[in-house]
């Protein structure tokens, strides 16, 4: 059949299969772009739950500070954390209030499909913007602060918070070595941008 010359009615089912197989397609695309905004609901819950309880624990060493001089450079390392902390989850807040500007409804997760808005903001003419190079640069200024404040007490810690909060280029599928805005925010669709940076927070 793939020699000889194809009837009009075996054009037809040809042409029929590869639409069957266009929409199969779209269809899978959508289910995975609501399966990001799933996952990114899930996280957003979760950074809620710890934030809350960071901040109980918090006071409750602020408070034995208080009644006992050796908590006080323990309580002083957990304000300096907190504090670290959320100026880099408000920058990041910021950079999501950013991307959902770009969309009608914040929970149509299958409409944020599109990736043009952050490929403009941070990496334009094949190069770093100033805004790619801020976001890189408040990661650089949450590991290396967090890391100082840890010292030599916790290598384990350490060691997961320089891997997590990591700028370093990554190589891609071919062994090159490519920007990390590259590798994880460039051409993706924005629910996958958006899930990124709820689970950096």
Do not use: C, H
């Not at 954390?81 to 950079?95: E, F, G, V």
């Amino acid at each position: 059949m793939a020699g000889g010359k194809q009837t009009p009615r075996q054009k037809m089912i040809n042409l029929m299969y590869l639409v069957f197989i266009a929409m199969l397609a779209l269809n899978m695309s959508k289910e995975v772009l609501s399966a990001f905004g799933s996952i990114n609901e899930k996280l957003d819950r979760a950074n809620t739950s710890y934030a809350s309880k960071n901040s109980l624990a918090l006071a409750e060493i602020s408070k034995k500070a208080d009644e006992n001089d050796e908590f006080k450079a323990a309580a002083a390392t957990a304000n300096a954390a907190d504090q670290l902390s959320k100026t880099y989850n408000d920058y990041i807040a910021l950079q999501k209030q950013k991307l959902l500007s770009e969309v009608e409804d914040n929970t149509d997760y299958e409409t944020m499909d599109q990736s043009a808005f952050l490929d403009a903001l941070y990496y334009e003419g094949g190069k770093i913007t100033e805004a790619g190079q801020e976001f890189l640069t408040q990661m650089d200024t949450y590991k290396n602060g967090m890391t100082a404040l840890l010292g030599d007490s916790n290598p384990t810690l350490t060691a997961q918070i320089n891997n997590d909060f990591s700028t370093a280029d990554i190589p891609n599928r071919d062994g090159i070595e490519v920007n990390y805005l590259v590798k994880n925010y460039i051409t993706f669709p924005l629910v996958s941008s958006l899930t990124k940076m709820t689970q950096i927070q």
